[in-house]
Antibody, heavy 116, light 110 residues
Framework: QVQLQESGPGLVKPSETLSLTCTVS????????WSWIRQPPGKGLEWIGY???????KYNPSLKSRVTISVDTSKNQFSLRLSSVTAADTAVYYCARGSIGYSDIWGQGTMVTVSS | QSVLTQPPSVSAAPGQKVTLSCSGS????????VSWYQQLPGTAPKLLIS???KRPSGIPDRFSGSKSGTSATLGITGLQTGDEADYYC???????????FGGGTKLTVL
């Protein structure tokens, strides 16, 4: 079955760029939307954005100026870059597969802490 | 403050039925599908309902979804202690051109 796995640094310094990769196994990255969603400690879910396998993207307006999501179909991976991070970006980051308005398969999540 | 409004907490006894609400507006719930997720403590969210009322394979029919106007509801029958979790609604907001989540409802089964 399809599985998603997030990878990347667990600690990022303020003002630097957070970079995460999601590796898709057990299925193709084609024909789906691939999202990043985050959850600050003790809080709710926040949609960051999605990329279609063709490269088309949509971002949360509140994060749009700092976010880039890209896809590498040859590696069955997609990635998140969030620039100029602050403590408010500390969260568990999830990658997920789905369509517009829902995600049916999620990664286990990776905790990213922004601290000097 | 979330675009979609969910009650922070709901409680019910084992075996009973509970309904969780999700309220929005014409630009989101009123014009797009709603999905629902269950998040058990320390785990990733799990899709329970997509497209207002569709259950993915493996989701028991104790879980049901419905939508009316600018509100959506998740129903859970035959409550079990294992249903204790946070529940989130999600939809697309056509004005924001973004996916939006509710703030989540913590379900306690006591």
């Amino acid at each position: 079955q399809v599985q998603l796995q997030e990878s990347g640094p667990g600690l990022v310094k303020p003002s630097e760029t957070l970079s995460l990769t999601c590796t898709v196994s057990g299925g193709s990255i084609r024909n789906y939307y691939w999202s990043w969603i985050r959850q600050p400690p003790g809080k709710g879910l926040e949609w960051i954005g999605y990329i279609y396998y063709t490269g088309s993207t949509k971002y949360n307006p509140s994060l749009k100026s700092r976010v880039t999501i890209s896809v590498d179909t040859s590696k069955n991976q997609f990635s998140l870059r969030l620039s100029s991070v602050t403590a408010a970006d500390t969260a568990v980051y999830y990658c997920a597969r789905g369509s517009i308005g829902y995600s049916d398969i999620w990664g286990q999540g990776t905790m990213v802490t922004v601290s000097s | 403050q979330s675009v979609l409004t969910q009650p922070p907490s709901v409680s019910a006894a084992p075996g009973q039925k509970v309904t969780l609400s999700c309220s929005g507006s014409s630009s989101n719930i009123g014009s797009n599908y709603v999905s629902w997720y269950q998040q058990l403590p320390g785990t990733a969210p799990k899709l329970l309902i997509s497209e207002n009322n569709k259950r993915p394979s493996g989701i028991p029919d104790r879980f049901s979804g419905s939508k009316s106007g600018t509100s959506a509801t998740l129903g859970i029958t035959g409550l079990q202690t294992g249903d204790e979790a946070d529940y989130y609604c999600e939809t697309w907001d056509s004005s924001l051109s973004a996916a939006v989540f509710g703030g989540g409802t913590k379900l306690t089964v006591l």
